[in-house]
RNA sequence: GUGGGUGUAGCUCAACGGUUAGAGCAUCAGGCUGUGGACCUGGGGGCUGAGGGUUCGAAACCCUUCACCCACCCCA
């Protein structure tokens, strides 16, 4: 019979790294909430045309990598290859916008796209996702970025770096775009064939484009950065200065340019050596336009996503052990019949508690007791029932003493004996 | 979609074209008839990714295919 396998790109996760994963979402959640922010659950399944229309139809993750496929009523579906389109139908359809004036949320879960699979890329991925809608003021984007130093201070992850840029408003950036492609046309013969057709969906993708070619020709081009319009460079200005102010180091780069095509204005993104070539772990940015643009209010939002898997890369387990283990060791069937009143007792007591079923000899318990990390082992035989008592092994000294075999009031002797 | 690398025990990896494919770790048992970690002894565990070919003989060489990893592209 043939093995079924997950499939290229999804993956279990386990062991250790469900610790990292959870410590990054724990943590996450607290500064989350102490910075004010709501959870919302969306669906992981939305209509396609949410993400053509809000993503931008000429981007990589609408062209190619979007799991998209046809549902049995006839509508094309798609897995959500990003959280932010979700998050701004939801805060329409469920009126938030009308409710309050300002939404802060977050959302976690998983996020597909359907690419060839690499060190910190999958197809499945996981993203803690943070939106704020209803703030124009350049001091929330400041905030932002004072939430993730915090969040990533408590993870622990010392080495990485913030490149921030503006690219712009729709109107600086049809100035800008005419400048441009006024600029690559006299030099498209040069482009590589990605960027010619770049040049006529969306000019400002060829600064992203890695191609030498490309590279060099466009390292000697004007930038959107040097023609941004008044409003937006005071903008930009004052989410700068702000971050002087939080005193958090913080890179311009002028070419950084976002996948997305609904963000304006500050964009940002965090990178860490040692991911390999996929070294974005978290990424966001302002999104002023988007939710007008899907039939809302004109309200303007703003952010961004942490990269869990990748993130996870880069942080080291520390496991901790929470509450102590208790383990019966038992001998023989009369011995085997407290295997049920024990669990009972100490799970309804809240203690952690193990045996091993089918058990033979007494050796082989204890090997399983050590190896569970068991700190209390107790043992009961024949001997021990005839005396009415039970041996308490305590792991950690290889010591050990006697009680009363009372399972009444079992737990309170044990409490008695750690506290000597 | 493109390029490179790797597929052998549960895991990490050995094995010049030549006996019955090995080692460490893990697992189980014994040493210790009722006591864990360390140590010693032993056991189980493999269609060498799959299919074809070359050869007296293939884990190895050739072809095909699949899978995984890395990189490009793009992105969290």
């Not at 509508?75 to 802060?104: C, H, N, Q, W």
């Not at 004072?146 to 010392?158: Q, V």
């Not at 903008?235 to 005193?247: M, W, Y």
């Not at 033979?360 to 107790?378: E, I, P």
């Amino acid at each position: 019979m043939e093995k079924i396998k997950s499939l290229r790109g999804f993956r279990d996760i386990y062991g250790d790294e469900v610790i990292r994963f959870r410590l990054i979402e724990d943590i996450s959640r607290r500064y989350l909430e102490l910075f004010g922010y709501k959870e919302i659950i969306i669906p992981v399944l939305e209509n396609t045309g949410l993400f053509v229309r809000t993503i931008g139809d000429a981007t990589d993750i609408v062209e190619k990598e979007m799991f998209t496929f046809t549902d049995t009523g006839g509508d094309s579906v798609t897995l959500r290859p990003e959280a932010t389109a979700g998050m701004v139908r939801a805060y329409l359809e469920t009126g938030m916008f009308a409710k309050e004036r300002i939404s802060k949320l977050f959302s976690i879960g998983p996020m597909f796209r359907h690419e060839r699979p690499q060190k910190g890329r999958y197809r499945e991925f996981r993203q803690v996702d943070v939106e704020v809608f209803g703030i124009e003021a350049p001091i929330i984007d400041a905030e932002l970025i004072w939430m993730i130093y915090l969040i990533l201070k408590s993870i622990g992850l010392a080495e990485y770096t913030i490149e921030t840029n503006s690219v712009g408003c729709p109107e600086c950036r049809e100035g800008f775009k005419r400048l441009i492609v006024g600029y690559f046309e006299d030099k498209k013969q040069d482009l590589c064939e990605d960027c010619r057709r770049r040049l006529q969906k969306n000019p400002l993708r060829i600064f992203d484009c890695k191609s030498p070619g490309c590279k060099e020709i466009s390292g000697s081009s004007p930038l959107l950065f040097d023609n941004l319009c008044d409003p937006c460079r005071v903008h930009f200005d004052g989410f700068l200065s702000h971050t002087e102010e939080l005193n958090i180091p913080i890179t311009v780069n002028k070419r950084l340019v976002r996948g997305l095509d609904y963000y304006t204005r500050t964009v940002f993104e965090v990178t860490s050596g040692g991911l390999g070539s996929q070294n974005a772990f978290l990424a966001g940015g302002r999104y002023d336009n988007l939710v007008q643009s899907m039939g809302g209010p004109p309200v303007p939002g703003i952010g961004f996503a942490i990269g869990v898997d990748r993130l996870s890369l880069l942080i080291s387990t520390s496991v901790k052990k929470d509450g102590s283990t208790v383990f019966l060791a038992y001998l023989g069937d009369r011995a085997k019949g407290f295997i049920v009143p024990m669990m009972r007792l100490f799970t309804e007591n809240n203690v952690k508690f193990f045996y091993l079923p089918d058990a033979k000899s007494l050796k082989s318990q204890m090997r399983y007791a050590d190896s569970v990390g068991a700190d209390t082992v107790l043992i009961i035989g024949d001997d021990e029932i005839d005396k009415g008592i039970l041996i308490v092994r305590d792991m950690a000294h290889s010591s050990q003493t006697t009680l009363p075999l009372d399972l009444t009031n079992l737990i309170d002797n044990l409490k008695g004996l750690s506290k000597k």
